[in-house]
T-cell receptor, first 112, second 112 residues
Framework: NAGVTQTPKFQVLKTGQSMTLQCAQDMNHNSMYWYRQDPGMGLRLIYYSASEGTTDKGEVPNGYNVSRLNKREFSLRLESAAPSQTSVYFC???????????FGQGTRLTVV | EDQVTQSPEALRLQEGESSSLNCSYTVSGLRGLFWYRQDPGKGPEFLFTLYSAGEEKEKERLKATLTKKESFLHITAPKPEDSATYLC?????????????FGAGTRLFVKA
């Protein structure tokens, strides 16, 4: 009963470095999401995948790319990290786009 | 502009002291309203979904209600383990589909 698993849990990057956040779900959900959470703000959607083979931009996609590798896995890539991308990143999945979401434990990313 | 506002930002209660958290929203075409609980260092955990005005859902000491403009999360006789951040998310109709908007959350502290 792993649910949604994210790796890594913590990461420190230097400005300009790249990295990929990994996410996998074992609930056979169709939809997957990447959010960022900043102090005093609600969760903001970066990208989502309504179903395997599709991806769409959310509210704050600039500086990020995603890949829906298969039904289980959805990765988020930062090509050239910037201090403004310091945040906590959550991956989530849902059975369909209009049902409740299940979240991973989060990745705390610091860009220096 | 679609907006979700939660109040208060923080709430401190004594054990057993009942209270309510508010989530007010201005969206066009509400499809559903979700409540989540988030513990420090963890991802949000789903609590309830409400779909129409007048609907109510209960779980242990929590009861969620919905009107056309807001939702309340009532906490009856809270215990210290109810301390967490409670997030509200509204799903609204949007060109080409729908979108989910999260509020910034209410941090609840329950003292024994």
């Amino acid at each position: 009963n792993a649910g949604v698993t994210q790796t890594p849990k913590f990461q420190v990057l230097k400005t300009g470095q790249s990295m990929t956040l990994q996410c996998a779900q074992d609930m056979n959900h169709n939809s997957m999401y990447w959010y960022r959470q900043d102090p005093g703000m609600g969760l903001r959607l970066i990208y989502y995948s309504a179903s395997e083979g599709t991806t769409d931009k959310g509210e704050v996609p600039n500086g990020y790319n995603v890949s829906r590798l298969n039904k289980r896995e959805f990765s988020l890539r930062l090509e050239s990290a910037a201090p403004s991308q310091t945040s906590v990143y959550f991956c989530a999945s849902s059975r369909q786009g209009n049902t409740e979401a299940f979240f991973g434990q989060g990745t705390r990313l610091t860009v220096v | 502009e679609d907006q979700v506002t939660q109040s208060p930002e923080a709430l401190r209660l004594q054990e057993g002291e009942s209270s309510s958290l508010n989530c007010s929203y201005t969206v066009s075409g509400l499809r559903g309203l979700f409540w989540y609980r988030q513990d420090p260092g963890k991802g949000p955990e789903f609590l309830f979904t409400l779909y129409s005005a007048g609907e109510e859902k209960e779980k242990e000491r929590l009861k969620a209600t919905l009107t056309k403009k807001e939702s309340f999360l009532h906490i009856t006789a809270p215990k210290p383990e109810d301390s967490a951040t409670y997030l509200c998310a509204v799903q609204a109709l949007y060109t080409g589909g729908f979108k989910t908007i999260f509020g910034a959350g209410t941090r609840l502290f329950v003292k024994a």
